[in-house]
C-alpha cells in the first residue's frame, strides 16, 4: 500500500468544501476507489472512477483524475459533521488486488 | 442479508497461540480477501480469493493461513501468534473476481492484540 500516498489529516468548517488529495504510481491501474471509514467500522465505497475519465460528480462528491500527474483528488462540497472519517484513496493493480493508501482523517468543526 | 460478518470482534491472545478468525458473506459473491490495518499504514491484503477452492497470497502473507472450502467461508488462521500481528483485521467480498466496478464489501473487523 505505501505506493499510494495521501495527507494524514484535514480539518475543515461546516459548510465548506473539502478537498482530499491522493498520489500513485501504478500507470496501468484502470481502476480508482475512494472509501469511507467511521470509527469502529469497515470501509465504504464511496465513488470510483475509470482511468479514462477526467472527472466524475455523484451528488455532493466530484472526483479528479490527472493521470499525466498520477493524481487523484476527492471534494466533498457541503461538508457535514457525519463526513468526519478516514478517507481512503484506493487503486486496482492487476486483474484482483487493491492497494490502498493511509488514509485522510477528515475532522469537520461547527 | 447479514452483509461480510467477522467474528470475534475483540480478541486478546498470547504470543505463540493459535487462532482462526472467521468471515462469512451471504451475497454469494466470488471474491473474498483479508487485509490488516495499522496506524499509518492503510490497508494491505494478506491473502485472497477468487473463488471456492482457490486462494493466493497478497502483498503480507507470512504467519497467516487461508482456506476457501465454500463460497461463503474464508478464515484466517494465526498459526503462531506474535506481537507484530496486532492489528485489526478485515474481510472483504465482491461479487465479481475482476472486481471493476464491482464494489468491496467490508466487514466491521477484528481488533486483535498480541502479548
Known amino acids: 500500500g505505501e505506493d499510494v500516498e495521501q495527507s494524514l489529516f484535514l480539518s475543515v468548517r461546516e459548510g465548506d468544501s473539502s478537498v482530499i488529495n491522493c498520489t500513485y504510481t501504478?500507470?496501468?491501474?484502470?481502476?480508482l476507489y475512494w472509501y469511507k471509514q467511521e470509527p469502529g467500522a469497515g470501509l465504504q465505497l464511496l465513488t470510483y472512477?475509470?482511468?479514462?475519465?477526467d472527472m466524475k460528480q455523484d451528488q455532493r462528491l466530484t472526483v479528479l483524475l490527472n493521470k499525466k500527474d498520477k493524481h487523484l483528488s476527492l471534494r466533498i462540497a457541503d461538508t457535514q459533521t457525519g463526513d468526519s472519517a478516514i478517507y481512503f484513496c484506493a487503486e486496482k493493480r492487476g486483474d484482483y488486488k487493491l492497494s490502498f493508501g493511509a488514509g485522510t482523517t477528515v475532522t469537520v468543526r461547527a | 442479508n447479514a452483509g461480510v460478518t467477522q467474528t470475534p470482534k475483540f480478541q486478546v491472545l498470547k504470543t505463540g497461540q493459535s487462532m482462526t478468525l472467521q468471515c462469512a458473506q451471504d451475497m454469494n459473491h466470488e471474491y473474498m480477501s483479508w487485509y490488516r490495518q495499522d496506524p499509518g499504514m492503510g490497508l494491505r491484503l494478506i491473502h485472497y480469493s477468487v473463488g471456492a477452492g482457490i486462494t493466493d497470497q497478497g502483498e503480507v502473507p507470512n504467519g497467516y493461513n487461508v482456506s476457501r472450502s465454500t463460497t461463503e467461508d474464508f478464515p484466517l488462521r494465526l498459526l503462531s501468534a506474535a506481537p507484530s500481528q496486532t492489528s485489526v483485521y478485515f474481510c472483504?467480498?465482491?461479487?465479481?473476481?475482476?472486481?471493476?466496478?464491482?464494489?468491496?464489501?467490508f466487514g466491521d473487523g477484528t481488533r486483535l492484540s498480541i502479548l
Open positions: 501504478d500507470s496501468s491501474s484502470t481502476y
Open positions: 472512477i475509470f482511468s479514462n475519465m
Open positions: 472483504a467480498s465482491s461479487y465479481s473476481a475482476s472486481q471493476e466496478n464491482q464494489p468491496q464489501h
